[in-house]
């Protein structure tokens, strides 16, 4: 059974570069088709989607963020990493990675792929303070 | 980018219930539309994709329905582990937002 497990400083100061990690156990990120995501939840806007990445090239990311962002995988060390620079308190948040692989449907003629995440780490939180 | 809007935002319920939760997205998204549970101090889990579609070991009390822009979930039967924090997402395009999400409590 895959897990997930992200792990990071707690506390950063404003204008620095956070960057977490999340381990895999039980599987790989570099095989299969999935897409690996980081979401964050702060109380002031609930969940919010950070970026992802296909398991085999590719990404995305909220234009809200993309400017400050990097998401990566490192196939050797088996970890996905999040990188967000220039970080202000507005950047509080417990902070997860996920993954999904999604799932092909025909609706009539027209095939359809749907992204989800159904595999969760239990998340950490960061907070932003001098 | 996409807005969701969950209504109501919290709800007082008994167990045995019978819960609908909406979900409204800004502009129409088919049915891109996936619903999580939120346990607290947890991280969300998968109920439903594809606005319908259960995902695998989901109690059958979970249900969704609508397409375009407007959507619901249904629980029949409240359990006890369903006292929870419920979020629509969107799939339809990046960014992928969730609405603000829907807090079930103990009446």
């Known amino acids: 059974q895959v897990q997930l497990q992200e792990t990071g400083p707690g506390l950063v100061k404003p204008s620095q570069t956070l960057s977490l990690t999340c381990t895999m156990s039980?599987?790989?990120?570099?095989?299969?088709?999935?897409?690996w995501t980081w979401v964050r939840q702060s109380a002031g806007k609930g969940l919010e989607w950070i970026g992802r990445?296909?398991?085999?090239?590719?990404?995305n990311f909220n234009p809200s963020l993309k400017s400050r962002v990097t998401i990566s995988v490192d196939s050797s060390k088996n970890q996905l990493s999040l990188r967000l620079s220039a970080v202000t308190a507005a950047d509080t948040a417990v902070y997860y990675c996920?993954?999904?692989?999604?799932?092909?449907?025909?609706?009539?003629?027209?095939?359809?792929?749907?992204?989800?995440?159904?595999?969760w780490g239990k998340g950490t939180t960061v907070t932003v303070s001098s | 980018d996409i807005q969701m809007t969950q209504s109501p935002s919290s709800l007082s319920v008994s167990i045995g219930d019978r819960v609908t939760i909406s979900c409204r997205a800004s502009q129409v998204i088919g049915n891109f539309l996936n619903w999580y549970r939120q346990k607290p101090g947890a991280a969300p889990e998968l109920l439903i994709y594809?606005?319908?579609r259960l995902q695998s070991a989901v109690p059958s009390r979970f249900s969704g329905t609508g397409s375009g822009t407007d959507f619901a979930l249904t629980i029949t039967s409240l359990q006890p582990e369903d006292f929870a924090t419920y979020y629509c997402?969107?799939?339809?395009?990046?960014?992928?937002?969730f609405g603000q999400g829907t807090k079930l409590e103990i009446k």
């Open positions: 997402q969107q799939s339809y395009s990046a960014p992928y937002s």
């Open positions: 990445v296909y398991s085999s090239g590719g990404s």
């Open positions: 594809a606005a319908s």
């Open positions: 996920a993954g999904g692989k999604g799932t092909a449907i025909y609706s009539g003629s027209d095939l359809n792929y749907y992204y989800y995440m159904d595999i």
């Open positions: 039980g599987g790989s990120f570099s095989s299969g088709n999935y897409y």
